[in-house]
T-cell receptor
Framework: NAGVTQTPKFQVLKTGQSMTLQCAQD?????MYWYRQDPGMGLRLIYY???????DKGEVPNGYNVSRLNKREFSLRLESAAPSQTSVYFC????????????????FGSGTRLTVV | GIQVEQSPPDLILQEGANSTLRCNFS?????LQWFHQNPWGQLINLFY???GTKQNGRLSATTVATERYSLLYISSSQTTDSGVYFC???????????FGPGTSLSVIP
């Protein structure tokens, strides 16, 4: 089925450990995004990649790095996990139509629930 | 950057009631989307609506871009409408997409 695949679905880390969250989409979208969701705070943008080969900071980038490996894959890395990074992480992909047609095909993965102890 | 506000933050409805959710944004945008997050955490597209009005069954949305707000109407609410409703905006294509804090809706039988 077409969509966005995130792995892993659940992860427990100890403070100071590192890990990479993987995201892949098969819809040939240009743009991919990483969000974190905390209770009562909606979804906050961590990093995004408007197109293959580019990445930009979002609202809350500190403590994270990203890699746009190719058009399909966009990974999020925590170099030294902290308890404040306990959250649910969502990856999304979408595209923008030409001539001002706007964004379309906005699709989210099922999320990664990360706990840092 | 763009600030997005949503109101009300929480809403409890009796099944069959109607409701209006509001999204305000601080700057002009070319893109606006409404999402529903169901109780299992899945995020589902509702409307792409940078301006004008759209309807899909019991749901409709209106965006007045010049006044920087959008409204989501839910009529004859059902328990399956429960969850959190988010609006998300993007100033220009290929820019960051920013979400509001959401409206948590509970529809009780």
């Amino acid at each position: 089925n077409a969509g966005v695949t995130q792995t892993p679905k659940f992860q427990v880390l100890k403070t100071g450990q590192s890990m990479t969250l993987q995201c892949a989409q098969d819809m040939n979208h240009n743009s991919m995004y990483w969000y974190r969701q905390d209770p009562g705070m909606g979804l906050r943008l961590i990093y995004y990649s408007a197109s293959e080969g580019t990445t930009d900071k979002g609202e809350v980038p500190n403590g994270y790095n990203v890699s746009r490996l190719n058009k399909r894959e966009f990974s999020l890395r925590l170099e030294s996990a902290a308890p404040s990074q306990t959250s649910v992480y969502f990856c999304a992909s979408l595209d923008f139509g030409g001539q001002g047609l706007g964004m379309y095909g906005y699709t989210f993965g099922s999320g990664t629930r990360l706990t840092v102890v | 950057g763009i600030q997005v506000e949503q109101s009300p933050p929480d809403l409890i409805l009796q099944e069959g009631a109607n409701s209006t959710l509001r999204c305000n944004f601080s700057d002009s945008v070319n893109n606006l989307q409404w999402f529903h997050q169901n109780p299992w955490g899945q995020l589902i597209n509702l409307f792409y609506i940078p301006s004008g009005t759209k309807q899909n069954g019991r749901l409709s949305a209106t965006t007045v871009a010049t006044e920087r707000y959008s409204l989501l109407y839910i009529s004859s609410s059902q328990t399956t409408d429960s969850g959190v409703y988010f609006c998300a905006v993007c100033k220009v294509s290929y820019d960051k997409v920013i979400f509001g804090p959401g409206t948590s809706l509970s529809v009780i039988p």
